[in-house]
T-cell receptor
């Protein structure tokens, strides 16, 4: 049962354009969402997060949008740079309770930004 | 400040052996989580420790165990290794979940 899904295995974008990575989830208990970037042979690097009480969060070139009714979130990168080329993972968690430390990850989307 | 440190970076073990992996979290971080990454299953949660107590556990067999020491360093152990245990094992530490988890570079375990 895959509770967090990234349906696009890969995305190719031209430098300077917008990259939009999508993520869907099925568990309505999730209330905190994170995006990570991962290069080969390295651990995931935290990018940006959003709580379910918000619908948008910005940090520099990165913006995450959350649509709770659709159980959908997206990461926008503007403008895209070649150094952004990596695998992007969406992750979800349940604050508190007994779900300590547990992030449920999507399968990842490979972003390639062409110069 | 220093990041999350995992040792060793690479390991090759034989089926049936056991292995211990180590994780040193960022100074001040008391929560340490472990994940397994494989091409087929992606990133899967193993367990989480806080102040030497396991607070949460994922759906892995009992061959996978862990512990945390008083300095927050953590180890995970896999006994009776199987070929399917070949994976990248990642450790992450956090001050609290709302500031995100910082991951180490992982230990690449190959079981032959």
């Amino acid at each position: 049962d895959q509770q967090v899904k990234q349906n696009s295995p890969s995305l190719s974008v031209q430098e300077g354009r917008i990259s939009i990575l999508n993520c869907d989830y099925t568990n309505s208990m999730f209330d905190y969402f994170l995006w990570y970037k991962k290069y080969p042979a390295e651990g995931p690097t935290f990018l940006i997060s959003i709580s379910s009480i918000k619908d948008k969060n910005e940090d520099g070139r990165f913006t995450v949008f959350l649509n709770k009714s659709a159980k959908h979130l997206s990461l926008h990168i503007v403008p895209s740079q070649p150094g952004d080329s990596a695998v992007y993972f969406c992750a979800a968690s349940i604050a508190g309770g007994t779900s300590y430390g547990k992030l449920t990850f999507g399968q990842g989307t490979i972003l390639t930004v062409h110069p | 400040k220093a990041g999350v440190t995992q040792t060793p970076r690479y390991l090759i073990k034989t089926r049936g052996q056991q292995v211990t992996l180590s994780c040193s979290p960022i100074s001040g971080h008391r929560s340490v989580s472990w994940y397994q990454q494989t091409p087929g299953q992606g990133l899967q949660f193993l367990f989480e420790y806080f102040s030497e107590t396991q607070r949460n556990k994922g759906n892995f067999p009992g061959r996978f165990s862990g512990r945390q020491f008083s300095n927050s360093r953590s180890e995970m152990n896999v006994s009776t290794l199987e070929l399917g245990d070949s994976a990248l094992y990642l450790c992450a530490s956090s001050l609290n979940q709302f500031v995100g988890y910082t991951f180490g570079s992982g230990t690449r375990l190959t079981v032959v």
